[in-house]
């Protein structure tokens, strides 16, 4: 029951899957359609096999199909569709009834789920172009000032290097990146299903499905880490205004508050980290949540590592 009700798709959850362009237009193609096989399909969206089957899984809640295999709107999907033709976008109010609607609820899931925030980081170019850069500058800004280092979701204290901080923090990026991929691919199973093309291609449903789609994660990396930064910030602001908030290094209260700041900036870290993976790798957003989590207790254990291997 826990399970079932972990994988049900929110109505945010189906908002996100209906921003991906690619489901919007087989939404709009089989809906002007009426009916459509999946041959025709594929031709019309111009699209690979493994891209179209992937996606009408994904919105197999808004698509069925007739006895001839055509596939076909649900009710759902009608009103979805009809939704898209009038204004162009989907909202959740869209797939609610009307006394199921909830305010708190949906600003609740925004905070922990936040798929919103990666919408115009997708899909507006002048949006990417900006905050990625404006939020990695900040950030070796800050780094540099308190001499932090990043590695995964943890600061490590270096010498005042320019250079090889801002290295390390795009370094880090890069660790961030390849361990989200690898799991968004291992945990959709991609790797494991059978009869849906090759193994690339069904990698390539998932993550590497373009270049510039990588490009727009890899990006988007450097705004989800921002909440990380919360850690340097105040170590920033103590330091400069001399404000006595950390106490003296190397005593207890030290190690104390420290490791509560970094803790707190790792959970303000991890919806962001969430929405991320599932939107830029295609997720629901349990499986996501699961990815984000191995990182978040496989950057402890690295943590500990490595101060247990300086004391040594």
Same mark, same amino acid.
């Given at each position: 029951?826990?399970?079932?009700?972990?994988?049900?798709?929110?109505?945010?959850?189906?908002?996100?899957?209906?921003?991906?362009? *690619?489901?919007? @237009?087989? $939404?709009?193609?089989?809906?002007?359609?009426?009916?459509?096989?999946?041959?025709?399909? @594929?031709?019309?969206?111009?699209?690979?096999?493994?891209?179209?089957?992937?996606?009408?899984?994904?919105? @197999?809640?808004?698509?069925?199909?007739?006895?001839?295999?055509?596939? +076909?709107? *649900?009710?759902?999907?009608?009103?979805?569709?009809? =939704? $898209?033709?009038?204004?162009?976008t989907?909202?959740?109010?869209?797939?609610?009834?009307?006394?199921?609607?909830? !305010?708190?609820?949906?600003?609740?899931?925004? +905070?922990?789920?936040?798929?919103?925030?990666?919408? &115009?980081?997708?899909?507006?170019r *002048?949006?990417?172009?900006?905050?990625?850069?404006?939020?990695?500058?900040?950030?070796v800004? $800050?780094?540099?000032?308190?001499?932090?280092?990043?590695?995964?979701?943890?600061?490590? !204290?270096?010498? &005042?290097?320019?250079?090889?901080?801002?290295?390390?923090?795009?370094?880090?990026?890069?660790?961030?990146?390849?361990?989200?991929?690898?799991?968004s691919?291992?945990?959709?199973?991609?790797?494991?299903?059978?009869?849906?093309?090759?193994? +690339?291609? @069904?990698? !390539?449903?998932?993550?590497?499905?373009?270049?510039?789609?990588?490009?727009k994660?890899?990006?988007?990396?450097?705004?989800?880490?921002?909440?990380?930064?919360?850690? &340097? =910030?105040?170590?920033?602001v103590?330091?400069?205004f001399?404000?006595?908030?950390? &106490?003296?290094?190397?005593? =207890?209260?030290?190690?104390?508050?420290?490791?509560?700041l970094?803790?707190?900036?790792?959970?303000?870290?991890?919806?962001? $980290?969430?929405?991320?993976?599932?939107?830029g790798?295609?997720?629901?957003?349990?499986?996501?949540?699961?990815?984000?989590?191995?990182?978040?207790?496989?950057?402890?254990?690295?943590?500990?590592?490595?101060?247990?291997?300086?004391?040594?």
């Amino acid at each position: 029951m826990l399970v079932a009700a972990l994988r049900e798709p929110s109505e945010d959850e189906l908002v996100w899957l209906l921003r991906y362009k *690619t489901r919007r @237009r087989i $939404l709009l193609a089989i809906g002007d359609a009426g009916k459509i096989s999946a041959t025709t399909l @594929r031709d019309t969206l111009k699209i690979s096999t493994g891209s179209l089957y992937y996606n009408l899984r994904q919105l @197999r809640r808004f698509v069925t199909q007739d006895g001839d295999k055509n596939y +076909m709107l *649900t009710e759902e999907g009608l009103r979805v569709y009809r =939704a $898209l033709k009038e204004k162009g976008t989907i909202t959740a109010a869209d797939l609610m009834e009307q006394n199921q609607r909830s !305010r708190v609820l949906s600003i609740f899931k925004s +905070m922990f789920f936040p798929l919103w925030l990666y919408t &115009p980081l997708y899909e507006q170019r *002048t949006v990417f172009m900006i905050l990625p850069a404006l939020s990695a500058i900040l950030s070796v800004a $800050l780094l540099i000032y308190t001499r932090q280092a990043p590695l995964m979701l943890h600061f490590y !204290r270096v010498e &005042p290097n320019v250079l090889r901080i801002a290295g390390q923090y795009l370094l880090n990026i890069g660790i961030l990146y390849i361990l989200s991929t690898v799991l968004s691919i291992i945990f959709s199973g991609a790797l494991f299903r059978g009869g849906e093309g090759g193994l +690339m291609a @069904r990698i !390539r449903s998932i993550a590497w499905h373009s270049i510039w789609d990588e490009v727009k994660f890899v990006g988007a990396l450097a705004v989800a880490q921002l909440p990380l930064m919360l850690y &340097p =910030a105040i170590l920033s602001v103590n330091r400069l205004f001399s404000l006595s908030i950390i &106490p003296a290094e190397r005593t =207890a209260q030290y190690y104390l508050v420290t490791g509560t700041l970094s803790t707190i900036s790792q959970v303000l870290a991890l919806p962001l $980290l969430t929405g991320l993976i599932a939107y830029g790798r295609r997720l629901d957003g349990a499986t996501a949540a699961l990815a984000a989590l191995i990182i978040f207790f496989t950057s402890h254990v690295v943590f500990q590592a490595v101060t247990f291997a300086s004391v040594v």
